[in-house]
């Protein structure tokens, strides 16, 4: 079902839990698999911009097996036009016990991008690996949008597993785009860094050369030759240019704690 997955949205972070030795790592963003009816808007949607959840993955390096499969809850609400797949997850670190922190981060709702550090805990969470939930397909996906069972995948039967917010990074003045780098320095001491994408940013363009500085490429769609077909005008290009100033540098924070990490829990 990992091979459903949204392009440049594979498993953007990954870590091993020192209590079990297991990795755990997660799909950026929602599946990608078509779309289907969407119970919010009657409409049929695309799966990747409106399913509930995107999955966590937990493997055994020994034998190299996956052990289980989880979901990770999203407020399409949250995000910029209701869309689940504006979310993106950055990176994760592992404080034991099946007790993480999550970079969650995306366009928001009320404009601009936000970088949230989340508290995660597994305990409890439906294994979504079991037959009932037809794991080697999206219809779990489908069902969390349909409001309904999918080929008797019921979303309704799915206990997430529990998150909340630790920090929002943005209202103690982080700046760039992409939080995407976490490391555990020590038991109160988080290490973060962003992802400047090489400096460069893509950039949508009209045929006079204005820039369309509101473009999706994510809506665009191409034909074989790369001339947009959907989305936009066909007239218009696509461009990689220089980012903005407070996007390019690499930045690297330390944050300390008032207490150790794993002592904090999700309410």
Known sequence: VLALRRANRGMEGMTIDPASDRIH??????????????????????????????????FDPASGATVRMLAYPLDGAE?????????????VVAL???KFIVIEQGESAGGGIVNRLMLVELAGATDILA?????????????????EPVHGADWSHVTPLKKSM????????????????????????????????????????????AELAHADVTNFEVDAQGNIVAGSAPTDRVRVAKGANHERPLTLWLLRFDRPLASYSVP
């Open 25 to 58: 790592a997660f799909l950026q963003s929602p599946l990608s698999d078509g779309k289907t009816r969407y119970a919010v808007s009657g409409k049929d949607e695309k799966i990747e911009r409106f399913a509930r959840f995107l999955r966590w993955i937990e």
């Open 79 to 91: 995000y910029a036009d209701g869309r689940t797949g504006n979310a993106k997850l950055g990176d």
């Open 96 to 98: 034991g016990s099946d």
């Open 131 to 147: 037959p009932a939930f037809n794991p080697a397909t999206s219809d779990l996906e489908k069902s969390s949008m349909r409001d």
């Open 166 to 209: 630790l920090l929002d990074l943005n209202a103690i003045g982080w700046k760039a785009e992409k939080a995407e780098g976490l490391a555990l320095a020590d038991e109160r001491t988080l290490g973060i860094t962003n992802d400047n994408d090489f400096g460069m940013k893509t950039r949508v363009f009209d045929a006079k050369g």
